[in-house]
């Protein structure tokens, strides 16, 4: 195979948008926003093209973490997003292994890849796998279907934030992401174990650059002209997903989590989508909880740590010092 190194941009964004298991976070889009937002992250990405012309990406990210300033460490994707390769024709599980191991030749110390529960070849078989799910909806069966599927306390919920006037609109104008972000900075302060925080500069980057907003919409949840929360959803080849909810705690009794997630849906299906991803729940039962109550599947995928033997060696050694 020709592999690439770095992958243009073009490249790289024609065969996202020509496959049809790649989402947001498999576009430059995603890498973009990490790069902007946090100094540690470089672009790792590999690409290649294969005898038959088929085009592949594998989006990759430099941690900023190296084993002795030597070799590197690479995520795929940043924030545990989905990752792993995306084409813009069909591919072997041969020429897959080929990317990966190309990646992994290149001075690295640890190779993370979470995978994608919408690729059916998944990843390859190399390193240690570890499973994981997210809770999907399938629009293209409709609302009335989905409704159906909601269990009683989901829909009592849903009623009680529209009789308490709350409605959804977009974010427009920057202090709308400021006052998204208080709740979000409230919230934090009160829970204290959150254990990632993204800073205000990834919000308003998402607002501000073109490409990323055209591709995502932070909706705002509202009561008597004032912001309670809100719910930011990424959209990309028919497929949307919410990456990031917060909300004024006062407001949970009275449906906002519930009545913002049944709009969102609603508004989904409206623009032409055909998955609602409600994202993996970080081991949180009660989320999971939370997103069974809209009917929502588990959809499993497999997240992978491949480590060079040589720094598998050192650690190992490490820790018998520690025994």
């Known amino acids: 195979m020709d592999f690439h190194r770095p992958v243009e941009e073009d490249f790289w964004w024609e065969v996202a948008q020509a496959c049809d298991y790649a989402t947001f976070f498999h576009s430059p889009l995603w890498h973009r926003l990490a790069e902007k937002t946090f100094d540690e992250y470089e672009d790792r ?24 300033g030597v ?17 813009d024709g069909e591919v072997s599980k041969e ?6 191991k190309k990646a992994n030749s290149l ?29 999907v909806l399938n629009l293209n069966k409709g609302m009335e279907h989905l409704l159906s599927k909601y269990d009683k306390d989901c829909i009592k919920k849903i009623e009680e934030g529209k009789n308490n006037n709350i409605r959804l609109r977009k974010a427009v104008r920057p202090s709308d992401v400021y006052k998204y972000y208080e709740i979000y900075q409230d919230n934090i302060d009160h ?15 998402i607002f501000k650059d073109e490409k990323i907003s055209n591709n995502s919409t932070l909706w705002l949840a509202e009561r008597g002209g004032e912001v309670i929360g809100g719910t930011l959803v990424f959209y990309f080849n028919k497929h949307s997903v919410e990456w990031h909810a917060v909300f004024d705690r006062e ?19 409206r623009k032409g989508m055909s998955i609602y991803d409600f ?10 909880n939370f997103k ?5 599947e588990k959809k499993y995928f497999n997240r992978l740590n491949v480590v060079d033997k040589k720094v598998r060696l050192v650690r190992s050694i490490k820790n018998k010092r520690w025994l």
């Open 45 to 68: 990405t590999v690409g290649a093209v294969t005898e038959d012309g088929v085009r592949m990406v594998l989006p990759l990210l430099k941690t900023g973490e190296s084993a002795r």
């Open 71 to 87: 070799m590197d460490n690479l995520i795929s994707t940043f924030a545990g997003c989905y990752g792993g390769v995306i084409s």
């Open 95 to 100: 020429k897959i292994l080929e990317i990966y």
């Open 107 to 135: 001075r690295i110390a640890e190779m993370r890849v979470n995978g994608n529960p919408y690729f059916k070849k998944g990843l390859p078989e190399i390193g240690n796998a570890t499973k994981d799910f997210t809770q």
């Open 191 to 205: 829970w204290k174990d959150v254990s990632i925080v993204y800073p205000v500069s990834l919000f308003e980057t």
């Open 251 to 269: 407001y949970f009794s009275i449906g906002v989590r519930n009545y913002t997630v049944n709009e969102i849906i609603k508004k989904s299906i």
């Open 279 to 288: 994202n993996p729940s970080g081991g949180y039962s009660g989320v999971v």
């Open 292 to 296: 069974s109550k809209f009917g929502a």
